[in-house]
């Protein structure tokens, strides 16, 4: 049974296999769809999530599993939160493209009756205004890429994404969307040149002999 997970570069994972095996000794490695499953002598088992599934069908697991993390892709990159966006694309950990910026969202209001309804229509048409101005940039510099994307890595407030990817242009993207929100501060240029540590992340479930 799996008691604590650990999330490693995925660079890394090479250098991790190799002290479970001195830690723990040989290993047998088991697949399924998505991850890789690893069982030592002394029964420490270690079930490895890599990002970009499914992992290929054919081949010894190990090698599939490193040759998966190591392989570079083309990621388009999407972040809002009601303070800013982000919107980029990398080829493997390398920012090609990007555009950042700032919009001022006014935050709730304490007010109550008549002036707390027209606060919250201020606000909505506010935020309303900054997603339609994220959705303007992702259709300019994420749909010409579309062809070579292998995904699109998102991140800060849900409903934030997911307002800008309503928009019928960006429809395209939608099936390449990661399947984790990525936890992001406000949206500046150095959270988006650091978003692939988070986007190539090798999940490590271990149990409790591991």
Do not use: C
Not at 87 to 115: D, E, M, N, P
Not at 162 to 191: E, G, N
């Amino acid at each position: 049974m799996i008691s604590r997970t650990v999330t490693i570069p995925g660079a890394r994972l090479p250098a991790w296999l190799d002290g479970f095996r001195r830690r723990h000794g040989e290993f047998r490695a088991d697949r399924d769809a998505d991850k890789i499953t690893i069982t030592a002598d002394d029964r420490a088992v270690a079930v490895i999530t890599p990002p970009f599934p499914p992992l290929p069908p054919d081949g010894d697991p190990l090698t599939v599993l490193l040759d998966h993390v190591a392989t570079e892709r083309r990621v388009g990159a999407l972040l809002v939160r009601r303070s800013g966006y982000a919107v980029g694309v990398f080829a493997g950990t390398t920012l090609i493209v990007s555009k950042v910026g700032s919009r001022y969202v006014q935050g709730k209001t304490k007010a109550g009756g008549w002036s707390q309804q027209r606060f919250a229509r201020r606000r909505d048409n506010q935020a309303s205004a900054l997603y339609g101005n994220v959705a303007d940039h992702a259709d300019r510099l994420l749909i010409p890429e579309l062809p070579t994307l292998d995904a699109l890595a998102t991140g800060g407030d849900r409903a934030g994404v997911d307002a800008v990817l309503d928009d019928h242009r960006l429809a395209p993207l939608r099936p390449l969307i990661m399947p984790r929100l990525y936890p992001v501060p406000d949206p500046k240029l150095t959270v988006l040149q650091d978003l692939p540590r988070q986007f190539t992340a090798v999940e490590i479930g271990l149990n409790d002999l591991a």
